[in-house]
């Protein structure tokens, strides 16, 4: 029995001395296992660290600094590339912003919807322009959010700023009277400056000089549609000059001597202005569509029908024209851009309206789009589904049918829908 104890003892000890061991050599080797690991690592992370000095302190001195990057995989583990396939195709044309640099998130909201709906394919240029300069920030969000090239202009003041010609205490008084009537923006010095400048001074901006077509561009809209196809193209083969998404009827408080400038304009020009092939009818019926009078009724012989700006794509060579200048410089000495707040709006509707064939003038119906608070959806299921709308065609923002649309009118008198023309409604 006692024997058995010992025995029994001595198997426990060689068992507990074992196990020490164990622990020991399993602690030594682990502890370098990881030493060595970490040695690894090290290296590796030297490694990587210094892969790109050279390469930097080159780039430094000649190209942009090489941007720092987070990233667990390789540059060639992704997928960088951008869709080539239409590039070859471009027309003579870019995508035009004019915009100030706090806009810069809707700036780049827009930017990505339309490059993801449009440009991607296409990669056409984007020009930027500002009554301030840029700064950098925007610079890099917005050259790293296009896929085509980027440009920059600062506007002259000589572009922007009201001119000496508009009486200091006329304007003040005038100001305040249409803020205190609670006009839109009817209190708002900058905005009347856009608005003169969307006019009359946009298309003379050096960076758009090489250039035939633009397309403008708001921050904070979006296009709910692919486009089916690239809009500079059909502009150019369908020799279009001006091309609207969406028409609706101005603020009449807004441009009170509006119309009377521009009929003094025809008066005095009877030679530019074609009633024959001109749109003068759909600015000026204002008899029933259907069953809709006009929402708004006017006190001249304009019915307040404009064409939205905020979208539009348009053939510089129109604006440039003698017969566009005479016509803006008309209504600039009318000082109606800032005695009142004509809007550039119905200045361009009504340039083009008058001033260009009704056949150059386009609806690009199937491309979806919104500007706070209105927006243009296709009504055709099938158009939907195939060019990946996201929209609702009878949603409350969808103006294209409504009351207070002018798309109807458009129908009825303009290029749109030519079996409308000629029926009683
Ligand atoms: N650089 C610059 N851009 C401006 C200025 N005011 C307006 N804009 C731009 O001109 C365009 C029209 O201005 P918005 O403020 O959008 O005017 P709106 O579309 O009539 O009105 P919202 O309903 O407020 O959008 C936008 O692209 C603006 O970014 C300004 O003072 N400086
Ligand atoms: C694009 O249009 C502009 C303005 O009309 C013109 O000066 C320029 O030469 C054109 N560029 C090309 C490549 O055709
Ligand atoms: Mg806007």
């Known amino acids: 029995m006692k024997k058995g104890v010992t025995i029994g003892g001595i198997i426990s000890c060689t068992a507990i001395f074992a196990y020490l061991l164990f622990i020991a050599h399993a602690v ?46 390789e540059d060639h583990e992704k997928d960088l590339s951008r869709d080539y396939a239409y590039q070859s195709k471009r027309e003579n044309a870019t995508l035009l912003m004019l915009v100030r640099n706090w806009e810069i998130e809707g700036a780049l909201k827009s930017m990505r919807s339309l490059e993801d709906r449009f440009n991607r394919k296409y990669q056409y240029d984007w020009t930027f322009l500002n009554d301030v300069p840029f700064d ?96 500079f193209e059909i502009m150019r083969k369908q020799r279009k000059k001006y091309g609207f998404v969406i028409s609706m009827y101005e603020y009449e408080d807004t441009i ?44 001249s012989n304009y019915n307040l029908c404009h064409f939205w700006s905020n979208f539009e794509i348009g053939d510089l060579s129109f604006f440039r024209s003698k017969e566009y200048l005479n016509f803006f410089e008309h209504l600039d000495q009318r000082k109606g851009f800032y005695l009142e707040r004509w809007g550039d709006a119905p200045v361009h509707s009504i340039a083009v309206a008058l001033l260009l064939r009704q056949d150059e003038i386009i609806h690009f119906d199937e491309l979806g789009y919104y500007h706070i608070p209105f927006g243009t959806c296709p009504a055709a299921h099938s158009i939907r589904l195939r060019q990946r709308c996201m929209c609702d065609p009878n949603a409350e923002s969808n103006i294209d049918v409504k009351a207070h649309s002018c798309l109807a009118r458009w129908w009825k008198s303009g290029g749109g829908k030519y079996f409308m023309k000629h029926t009683s409604i």
């Open 136 to 231: 950098d920030d925007f610079i890099e969000a917005t050259s790293a959010m296009a896929s085509g090239k980027t440009f920059y202009g600062l506007v002259p003041t000589s572009d922007w700023d009201k001119p000496s010609f508009i009486d200091e205490e006329e304007f003040e008084s005038n100001l305040q009277l249409m803020h205190e009537k609670g006009i839109i923006y009817g209190g708002s010095k900058s905005y009347r400056n856009m608005c003169r400048f969307n006019s009359g001074f946009f298309f003379r901006q050096t960076l758009l000089d090489r250039y035939q077509y633009y397309f403008r561009v708001e921050p904070d809209v979006q296009y709910y549609c692919d486009f089916p196809y690239d809009p």
């Open 256 to 299: 009170p001597t509006l119309w009377d400038a521009v009929e003094e304009f025809i008066a005095d020009q009877p030679d530019m202005i074609d009633f024959d092939t001109n749109s003068y009818d759909f600015i000026t019926d204002d008899s029933m569509i259907g069953l809709e009078m006009p929402i708004i009724q006017s006190n």
């Open 28 to 73: 030594i080797s682990t502890s370098l296992a990881h030493r060595i690991k970490e040695r690894e690592y090290f290296k590796k992370s030297f490694d990587v660290l210094h892969k790109f000095d050279q390469e930097r302190s080159f780039g430094l001195t000649r190209v942009l600094p090489k941007l720092s990057t987070n990233s667990y995989l």
